[in-house]
C-alpha cells in the first residue's frame, strides 16, 4: 500500500515538473500591417488619368472602390497602389481602399472632372474669303469628342456635325480676314484649348484675258480669287473703282463676282504694249503684280 503511494506521487511529480518546463506558446498575431491611405495624388482628374495612392497595409488583392462601383489597380511595393479613372459622369466620389480581411479604409472625397475635348488638327487650315459651299467646311481632328459636341468659333457656338469621338465638322461663316480661334465644348462646358483657322482675304490675279471688242474699247477680263465689290484696280498706277464712274473717265471697272472683274479698256493705239495690273483691297491687301501683254 505504502510502496504503490510512493509510485503515485512520484508520477504526480515527474508529470508536473514536465508542465513546469513546457514553454508557452504565444496566441497567434496578424501579420497585416493596418490599412490606410496616407496621400492622394491628384485630388481630382478627368476620366482617364491614373491616380496614385500611397499608404500602408496593402496586398496584392486589396482593391479601390470609387463610389459604387470597384476598379482594378496595381500594387508597387506593397505601400502604393495605382488606378485609371472610370468613364463617369462628373462629380464627388466617395474613395475608398478594400482588402480581402474585410479591413476598409475611410471613405476619402474624389473629385471626377468632365473630360476635355481636345484639337489636334483643322482640315483645313485656311479658307479663303471667297470660297462657297463645301469649300467652306473645316474638319476638326482631335479626341473625346461626344454627342452634343459643340465648335466655338471666336467664343460663339456654331452648327456642328458630330461625326465619330475624333472628329467633327462645321461650315465657316462670313469672317473678318485674319485668324480665328476654334475650341469644341462638350455638355458640361468641358472645352479644348484654341486651334487657329485663318481666313485669307489677299487678293491674286491669276490671269487676265482679252474679252468683247468694240468700236473704240475693248473688255480684259481679270480672274482670280478675293475681289470685292470695293476693290480696285490699278493699271499701270491709274486706280479704278467699280460704281459711279468718274466725271471724264471712260475706263471703267465692272465687278463680276469674287473670282472676276472686267476692265473696258479704251486704246489710244492698236500697238500692243505692256500692262502692269494690280487689285488693292478696302483693307488694304494688295495682289502681286501681273503684266499682260495687250493694246
Known amino acids: 500500500m505504502l510502496r504503490t503511494l510512493t509510485i503515485t506521487l512520484l508520477v504526480l511529480l515527474v508529470t508536473l515538473t514536465a508542465a513546469t518546463a513546457q514553454p508557452t506558446v504565444p496566441a ?46 496595381a500594387v508597387v511595393g506593397g505601400r502604393i497602389i495605382t488606378f485609371e479613372l472610370p468613364d463617369l459622369p462628373p462629380g464627388a466620389y466617395a474613395l475608398f481602399l478594400k482588402r480581402e480581411d474585410g479591413a476598409t479604409t475611410r471613405p476619402f472625397n474624389f473629385v471626377l472632372l468632365a473630360q476635355k475635348p481636345a484639337i489636334s488638327a483643322l482640315s483645313p487650315d485656311t479658307v479663303t474669303a471667297c470660297a462657297t459651299g463645301r469649300e467652306r467646311e473645316v474638319l476638326v481632328s482631335g479626341t473625346n469628342f461626344r454627342p452634343g459636341t459643340r465648335v466655338l468659333l471666336d467664343g460663339a457656338a456654331v452648327t456642328t456635325r458630330v461625326i465619330s469621338p475624333t472628329s467633327l465638322a462645321f461650315i465657316a461663316p462670313a469672317l473678318a480676314a485674319g485668324m480665328h480661334q476654334v475650341q469644341a465644348r462638350n455638355p458640361g462646358d468641358a472645352t479644348s484649348s484654341a486651334a487657329a483657322l485663318f481666313i485669307d482675304a489677299k487678293p491674286e490675279i491669276a490671269g487676265v484675258s482679252i474679252g468683247r471688242e468694240f468700236v473704240n474699247y475693248y473688255e480684259l477680263v481679270v480672274t482670280g480669287r478675293n475681289f470685292q ?8 498706277g491709274k486706280r479704278l473703282s467699280t460704281g459711279k464712274q468718274l466725271v471724264g473717265e471712260r475706263e471703267q471697272l465692272v465687278y ?25 483691297n478696302q483693307n488694304g491687301e494688295e495682289s502681286p503684280l501681273f503684266t499682260i501683254s495687250a493694246p
Open 28 to 73: 497567434p498575431s496578424s501579420r497585416l500591417a493596418p490599412l490606410s491611405v496616407l496621400s492622394i495624388l491628384p485630388a481630382q482628374g478627368e476620366p482617364g488619368a491614373t491616380v496614385t495612392l500611397n499608404g500602408t497595409g496593402f496586398t496584392t488583392a486589396t482593391t479601390v472602390t470609387m463610389g459604387a462601383r470597384d476598379l482594378p489597380a
Open 229 to 236: 465689290q470695293t476693290s480696285v484696280l490699278v493699271v499701270d
Open 256 to 280: 463680276g463676282g469674287c473670282n472676276q472683274m472686267v476692265y473696258q479698256r479704251f486704246p489710244y493705239d492698236p500697238t500692243p504694249k505692256q500692262i502692269t495690273m494690280q487689285v488693292v
